[in-house]
């Protein structure tokens, strides 16, 4: 199994304008609802490739349940803490004419340390040898940065793997705790090495000396240039396939997705490597919040040579 952990989901509202027009009202031409986290975009991106996995993570209130129904709706298994807050909302408005946006977050809830120690009670429950267990996004409010850690350490204990696509100090924490893979973009990566661009030359270097932050592997993700990896003594450069952009957003999530897909078939990072960077390229390719299909990933992953 595949169990993907979102600890800050929220509902993503969309709504589709035609101009910005301040202290007036717009008509919304039209607004769509998604499922807001880095954990239930792999979910979601392993469902189109026809993988099953379990969504975990804090739910609360009316929003919480809104996520629960669409990501079932979708196929995916379930198995969310709930808490007493309500889950957040963020808010996109998006002005097609004017090819601009806003977007605003809210905050969400605060995390109660009861409610933290009944999701790791859920995870210990889960834990099994061999699966896989994806952490990703940010962290909500009333939960140390330390989280990842505790957690990588518990289930790669138990003889699962971790996987961890975060940023900053909980990538940085979470690292230490030698995850199966850390799957960075070149942002997060630059940040944990305190990077400037002109020490970014010698690829080789930096992602060892990334590597030797903890994880036992690491895939850097360069957008459309494709990716990095370091496994051992080893260190690649892949190059993406050509795709016409649209919305490159989710991409990475879906290339973590691509990867655990083949590695949970038991195939090598290197033979996981090119489904990753296919989901990635087929995610960039549709708009909005829409993931790639099997049938995409499948014809792009034919292109790609390590
Ligand atoms: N324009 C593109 N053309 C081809 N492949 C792309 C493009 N954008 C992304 N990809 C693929 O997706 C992978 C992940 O993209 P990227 O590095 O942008 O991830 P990210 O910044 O973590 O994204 P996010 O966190 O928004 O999901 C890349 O390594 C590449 O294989
Ligand atoms: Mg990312």
Do not use: H
């Given at each position: 199994m595949i169990y993907t952990l979102t600890l800050n989901p929220a509902v993503d509202l969309e709504l589709q304008i035609?101009?910005?027009?301040?202290?007036?009202?717009?008509?919304?031409?039209?607004?769509?609802?998604?499922?807001?986290?880095?954990?239930?975009?792999?979910?979601?991106?392993?469902?189109?490739?026809?993988i099953e996995s379990t969504a975990m993570g804090f739910i609360g209130g009316y929003n919480g349940q809104r996520l629960q129904t669409e990501l079932t709706s979708l196929g995916i298994k379930t198995n969310f803490t709930e808490i007493s807050g309500e889950t957040r909302t963020n808010v996109s408005i998006v002005a097609h004419g004017e090819q601009r946006h806003i977007k605003v977050n809210e905050t969400g809830p605060e995390?109660?340390?009861?409610?933290?120690?009944?999701?790791?009670?859920?995870?210990?429950?889960?834990?099994?040898?061999?699966?896989?267990?994806?952490?990703?996004?940010?962290?909500?409010?009333?939960?140390?940065?330390?989280?990842?850690?505790?957690?990588?350490?518990?289930?790669?204990?138990?003889?699962?793997?971790?996987?961890?696509d975060s940023s900053g100090e909980a990538l940085r924490l979470g690292c230490l705790a030698k995850p199966t893979l850390a799957k960075p973009n070149l942002d997060e990566a630059k940040e944990l090495l305190g990077l400037s661009d002109e020490g970014l030359d010698d690829a080789d270097l930096w992602c060892k000396a990334l590597a030797k932050q903890g994880p036992k592997n690491l895939v850097v993700s360069l957008g459309e240039e494709g990716a990095l990896y370091v496994s051992g003594q080893a260190f690649k450069k892949i190059s993406s396939p050509e795709i016409i952009e649209a919305n490159p957003i989710g991409a990475g999530d879906s290339?973590?997705?691509?990867?655990?897909?083949?590695?949970?078939?038991?195939?090598?990072?290197?033979?996981?490597?090119?489904?990753?960077?296919a989901c990635g390229a087929a995610t960039a390719s549709r708009p909005g919040t829409e993931l790639g299909s099997l049938e995409q990933v499948t014809e792009l992953v034919h292109s790609i040579k390590i």
């Open positions: 035609d101009q910005f027009q301040f202290n007036s009202v717009a008509r919304a031409k039209n607004s769509r609802m998604d499922c807001g986290g880095k954990g239930f975009n792999v979910s979601r991106m392993l469902r189109n490739v026809n995390i109660s340390s009861v409610e933290l120690a009944n999701l790791i009670t859920a995870i210990k429950q889960n834990l099994k040898a061999g699966d896989w267990w994806v952490l990703g996004g940010s962290l909500p409010s009333g939960v140390d940065s330390t989280i990842y850690a505790e957690l990588i350490t518990l289930i790669e204990n138990a003889g699962a793997f971790a996987v961890l290339m973590v997705a691509g990867i655990v897909w083949r590695l949970s078939l038991g195939e090598t990072l290197q033979k996981a490597l090119p489904y990753g960077l």
